[in-house]
């Protein structure tokens, strides 16, 4: 469809890409290239140090986002979508063939998506502390307020999150265009004072860094690896602007500029090593250092946007695979359907980011803390990417080996060097990602337990019908619509229904919604209408894991024999299970209980599909588990 937009709308989805889908990776630079230099492990800042780092940084850049993602794994796209649930669908086999590979993969990506959530926790809280902490190096009378500015501007970016996206991203776009100008100008300044650090684009100096180091540059690396936080962020937005407009904003403006700061962050360093300090905000002279400090917070409130639109997003795919229950999801454009809004996701992160700025209080401290989530997320998109490219496009094993493990070789590199930050607050993305990947994994194992006991007290459909045609139940006027989760079996709510009232409406369907392993369906596909005996009609919706159903939507589109439906004058039946966690299934008693609690807390069904609630009638039953 990119293929027919004019230039200027190119241009204008460029623009909007530069907005989303750069702000996490753009603000590296505000503490990337400092922590190199400054913790317990005291690096000299001399030019072997100085241009080894910088060589680690330029390389880094090249061989994980430019080649890894950029060339790479973003061919991969799921009918457009990216990110990693989007690659695990592509990267399964086949039902019923290499199943132990299947599981494998699976909970690969599973776990890969809970780190994201450890990420999401992190970025804003070290992107908005390390913009504030310029207001310290412009004068030492505010170190004092850093804190409660930092603060203060997380309550308001999570407050806002209610409004949507859609009313200030027309801002994002232009402001982060100012960003990368700004921080190309700020490096080209310093670099053309000590151009010799341009030596750093040959590679050797990286490995001598690294020789001559020991472990002290092994612990760098791991500061060297916050330089690449925010590559997933470009493959996770990709549905948004297509891999074209992502790919010329990266290599036309995004590349130089950050790798023009990073030089004149080096260029600085050589001709003054006090400035290791926090050489970012030290590049600007003194007059000019209040408005960076205000475009460093819009930019890090920007990055922050991305990632908890990021996690919104990540959310909703998570319950439509059923990997969570159904939440309250509010959209909040008519115009845009991606952009939504989940309240307590939004409330569980700000509590977070709250919780980790009052607790580490400084971003050193936190770049303490990131990474570890980050790199073990690579590592399982690296390992997706080498069977989705197998399936994908038939590359033989050797061919797919050697490049993942090539890109795989680099992370598990990053991998054991941000092992070390773990006693230093690694443990909180970790213990995140174990309690999520706990949670995710439950709901999933809780529901195929819980759907294999109600299978076993469903009437199959067939045995249904004979039944209803040899004893015909009274019929009233009306139309009802029964919701089953199995498109061949009978729904708990009819035969709750014709057991306890006896009766059918005349107008009776069945409704089942499917979840593809796709991100959208094809409008075309959506629903499916099949005739049943004794005058009822099979309905099957289908969406991609990216889409949430609308039932009075889906009917309206809906074949239907006999005429459209009236919602007003339709009354919806559901069953409505309470867990019982005395059973003898085969389950960990406190994966019941989580399993259990999950359930009663989980959305109705009724506010989940747009149904209105004054026309359902639920119907209860208790399972045991």
Not at 33 to 58: K, N, Q, T, W, Y
Not at 224 to 248: K, N, Q
Request: glycine residues 10%; aromatic residues 10%.
């Amino acid at each position: 469809m990119q293929e027919n937009l004019s230039t200027r709308q190119r241009r204008g989805l460029m623009l909007a890409a530069l907005g989303v889908v750069f702000g996490d990776i753009g603000t590296s630079p505000l503490y990337a290239f400092r922590e190199c230099f400054h913790g317990a492990h005291g690096m000299a800042p001399d030019p072997p140090h100085v241009l080894g780092v910088l060589s680690l940084i330029v390389w880094s850049l090249v061989v994980i986002v430019s080649l890894k993602y950029l060339v790479f794994v973003m061919r991969a796209a799921n009918r457009g979508e990216g990110g990693i649930l989007a690659l695990l669908a592509l990267a399964m086999p086949e039902t019923g063939r290499a199943q132990g590979v299947r599981r494998g993969l699976v909970l690969g990506g599973v776990f890969g998506a809970a780190l994201l959530y450890g990420d999401g926790m992190i970025t804003p809280s070290i992107s908005v502390l390390s913009a504030m902490e310029g207001l310290g190096v412009a004068t030492a009378r505010f170190e004092p307020y850093i804190l409660p500015a930092a603060i203060a501007v997380l309550i308001l970016l999570f407050s806002l999150q209610r409004l949507g996206t859609g009313r200030v991203g027309a801002l994002f776009g232009p402001v982060m265009l100012m960003w990368f100008a700004t921080l190309a100008g700020l490096g080209l300044a310093s670099l053309v004072r000590h151009p010799e650090v341009l030596a750093a684009l040959n590679p050797a100096h990286g490995f001598h860094f690294l020789c001559i180091s020991g472990r002290a540059g092994f612990v760098v690396v791991g500061a060297v690896f916050l330089a690449v936080t925010g590559a997933e962020a470009l493959y996770a937005d990709m549905g948004h602007f297509g891999l074209a407009p992502i790919r010329r904003v990266w290599f036309a403006l995004v590349l130089p500029a950050l790798l023009l700061n990073y030089f004149g962050q080096g260029a600085l360093v050589l001709g003054e090593p006090a400035a290791t300090l926090n050489p970012f905000f030290l590049l600007a002279p003194s007059w000019g250092r209040y408005p960076l400090v205000g475009l460093a917070t819009l930019a890090a409130v920007i990055a922050s946007q991305a990632l908890i639109s990021g996690a919104f997003s990540l959310t909703m795919q998570a319950i439509q695979l059923g990997y969570l229950p159904r939440l309250d999801i509010r959209h909040t454009s008519s115009a845009t359907r991606g952009q939504i809004y989940l309240p307590q996701i939004n409330w569980i992160l700000m509590l977070a980011c709250l919780g980790l700025v009052a607790g580490f209080r400084t971003s050193s401290n936190l770049a303490a803390a990131y990474g570890i989530a980050v790199t073990l997320t690579m590592l399982a998109t690296t390992a997706l990417f080498y069977f989705a490219a197998r399936r994908l496009w038939n590359w033989s094993r050797a061919r797919a080996a050697l490049l993942c493990g090539l890109f795989g070789a680099v992370e598990l590199a990053f991998f054991a060097a941000n092992m070390l930050k773990i006693v230093h607050g690694g443990w909180f993305p970790l213990i995140v990602a174990a309690a999520l990947f706990a949670v995710m994994t439950t709901w999933k194992r809780g529901r195929l337990v819980l759907w294999n006991r109600l299978q076993k007290v469903l009437l199959p459909r067939d045995r249904f019908f004979e039944d209803i045609a040899a004893n015909p139940p009274r019929r009233v006027p009306g139309t009802a619509v029964f919701m089953a989760g199995n498109p061949e079996g009978t729904p708990v709510a009819l035969l709750h229904n014709i057991k306890h009232n006896r009766i059918l409406h005349e107008r009776n369907f069945l409704l089942t919604v499917v979840t593809e392993e796709v991100p959208r369906v094809d409008p075309s596909a959506r629903v499916t209408v099949e005739l049943l005996p004794s005058g009822f009609q099979r309905i099957v919706g289908h969406y991609g894991f990216m889409e949430r159903p609308d039932i009075p939507l889906l009917l309206a589109q809906a074949p239907i024999d006999g005429g459209k439906l009236e919602i007003a004058a339709t009354t919806f039946f559901m069953s409505r299970e309470t867990i019982v966690v005395n059973g003898r299934e085969k389950m960990a008693g406190w994966r019941k209980w989580l399993f259990a609690l999950m359930s009663r807390n989980a959305q109705t069904a009724t506010a989940y599909f747009h149904i209105p609630p004054n026309r359902v009638i639920e119907l209860g039953m208790q399972v045991q588990i």
